[in-house]
């Protein structure tokens, strides 16, 4: 019997009336869900820590209006297959729906209220998912709603075979390969994330819509059972970073080529492995559900090389090849493989897992399949793990070597889809709007706009903005700052812009296609007189 129809069973007879209550346990090996709102002590709990973090949250927006206050204000076209034009992704490609601040230069400024806006797609997005206590406001996102505060105490009480309670349905998402809609029974494996946090589909009780949660601060290690300390302050700045990336994506004029993110309250048992019944009670990061097939899934599933080849070389949706592309470089992304891109059976593309961007790694200026001269784009033209690199190395500096095997994912190329394989300057007309918000307006107030609680990711924001602006795209790429490890950087592979299949189903470039030899640089070592230098990217009083 599935969990909402154990709940409808136990509301109607009256069966979980006799139950203990999931906060009296320490575990519980099943608890019959109730819906939010039915007074539970978790709720009334969860609410007065809301009332305490709206008023840590008013101070932290007065601290950074203050900021503000401080030392004054300074100041495409594309060939488009399978999508709609620049501004088809979303709201926002002309400005609709939020404000980008004043076209004068002058910055708008604290007193436009450009720092202070509130984000209305958000919100609207929120009130729609179901999810109680969803928060908007990367502001309130603080490091005590993210762990366990009562960990001793819930360890001195009862286990419990069945109770009651839980607010939210954790299930493994694990357990079993996810069918992609529409692409034929093709299925796909869930990463289970290199990162501490906990992995789960979660829905609220009544409700059908399925999520993905994640849980930080679990007590104990996912990979070796053991107890653990809480990096809770790391995590709240990811979740924020996350946050912050979906309000970009919706101001950039690509609204939903990122699933949503928010934060909010998750009351449930963990439903399988060492710790099942483990009760969680506090706020996690709750995901929409990409939709489709990751391409790393297609690329792996046997009998799947026709319908990839289908996707990828007729249905895939070009402009969001594009924009992600710009994306990908304004945000410093540097995990962008393709287990973190999905694509629908229209051919509708998603990017995930963008947690690892805005400086958080260290030394990474862009690590992406999709931005040439990057280790992932050059992984996917040599084929390191295959004989791909042993055939191109025995072969291409022949004379008459005019083609070899390659993988098909190499079509996700931005230059194959703008005028002369080239963004330059021409940006679509959200991105370039986003930008130039983002050239001219302060670091304090970028803080304040996204939720940033460090000034780095804001002023990479701003320096890949103003570098990308006036250097061109390209110009940026090769150096714009952060600048990245030797073991990132690669010479810039030349673009294959269409794929054929052999006699033998072998996937080809189409023209004539040499790769530039060069081997994995994982092992190279860091110049640390390099690395231990303070990197400038803006002045500290911009």
Not at 2 to 31: I, K, R, W
Not at 51 to 72: C, E, F, K, T, Y
Not at 369 to 375: T, V
Not at 457 to 474: H, N, Q, T, V, Y
Request: hydrophobic share 35%; net charge positive; glycine share 12%.
């Amino acid at each position: 019997m599935d969990t909402l129809a154990l709940f409808l069973q136990c509301v109607h007879a009256g069966g979980a009336s006799a139950l203990p209550h999931v906060d009296t346990c320490n575990y519980c090996f099943e608890c019959v869900p109730s819906p939010p709102g039915m007074g539970t002590a978790v709720a009334a709990d969860a609410t007065q820590t809301r009332h305490r973090h709206h008023r840590h949250s008013r101070r932290v927006l007065q601290q950074a209006a203050a900021l503000d206050n401080v030392g004054g204000l300074t100041t495409g076209n594309i060939h488009q297959v399978g999508g709609g034009g620049w501004g088809g992704a979303g709201t926002g490609a002309s400005g609709e729906g939020f404000s980008l601040g004043s076209g004068d230069g002058s910055g708008g400024g604290a007193g436009s209220g450009w720092s202070s806006e509130p984000d209305e797609a958000y919100e609207a997005a929120a009130a729609a998912s179901g999810i109680p206590g969803a928060i908007v406001n990367p502001h309130r996102v603080q490091p005590t709603l993210i762990g366990p505060e009562d960990h001793d105490a819930k360890q001195r009480k009862p286990n419990c075979t069945r109770c009651t309670g839980c607010t939210t349905v954790l299930t493994d998402m694990h357990a079993a390969p996810v069918e992609a809609q529409g692409l034929g029974g093709l299925a796909f494996m869930h990463g289970k994330g290199a990162t501490n946090g906990w992995l789960f589909f979660g829905h609220v009780p009544g409700s059908s819509k399925r999520y993905i949660v994640k849980v930080y601060c679990m007590p104990y290690s996912k990979a070796h059972g053991r107890p653990q300390e809480c990096a809770a302050s790391v995590y709240t700045e990811r979740m924020r970073l996350m946050m912050a990336q979906v309000r970009l994506t919706d101001e950039c004029g690509a609204g939903g080529i990122t699933p949503r993110v928010w934060v909010a309250p998750v009351n449930a048992i963990i439903p399988n492995g060492t710790f099942t019944g483990y009760h969680v009670r506090w706020h996690g990061l709750w995901m929409e559900e990409a939709p489709g097939i990751t391409l790393h899934g297609l690329y792996t599933t046997r009998g799947a090389e026709h319908a990839m080849y289908e996707l990828l070389t007729k249905k895939m949706n070009r402009t969001q090849v594009v924009q992600q592309t710009v994306l990908d470089l304004l945000t410093a992304q540097c995990d962008r493989h393709s287990e973190n891109v999905f694509i629908t059976n229209a051919g509708q593309l998603s990017f995930i897992d963008n947690d690892r961007a805005l400086g958080v790694v260290t030394r990474c200026g862009s690590d992406s399949m999709l931005l040439p001269g990057n280790r992932y784009h050059t992984q996917l033209r040599l084929g390191y793990w295959g004989q791909t690199l042993e055939y191109y190395k025995a072969h291409a500096h022949r004379p008459k070597f005019c083609t070899g095997p390659i993988d098909i994912r190499v079509v996700m190329d931005y230059r194959c889809y703008v005028p002369g394989g080239r963004i330059g300057t021409d940006f679509p007309p959200g991105l370039r709007a986003c930008m130039s918000a983002l050239a001219r307006h302060r670091v304090p107030e970028i803080m304040q706009r996204y939720g940033f609680s460090s000034r780095k990711p804001a002023e990479i924001l701003k320096r890949r903005s103003r570098d990308m602006l006036s250097l061109g795209f390209e110009g940026a790429l090769e150096g714009s700052p952060p600048r990245s490890a030797p073991r990132y950087v690669y010479k810039p592979q030349p673009p294959c812009c269409g794929v054929v299949l052999d006699m033998r189903g072998v996937p080809r470039c189409a023209q004539c296609w040499r790769p530039i030899i060069e081997l994995a640089k994982d092992s190279v070592r860091d110049n640390m007189t390099v690395a231990n230098k303070k990197e400038v990217l803006v002045g500290p009083n911009e």
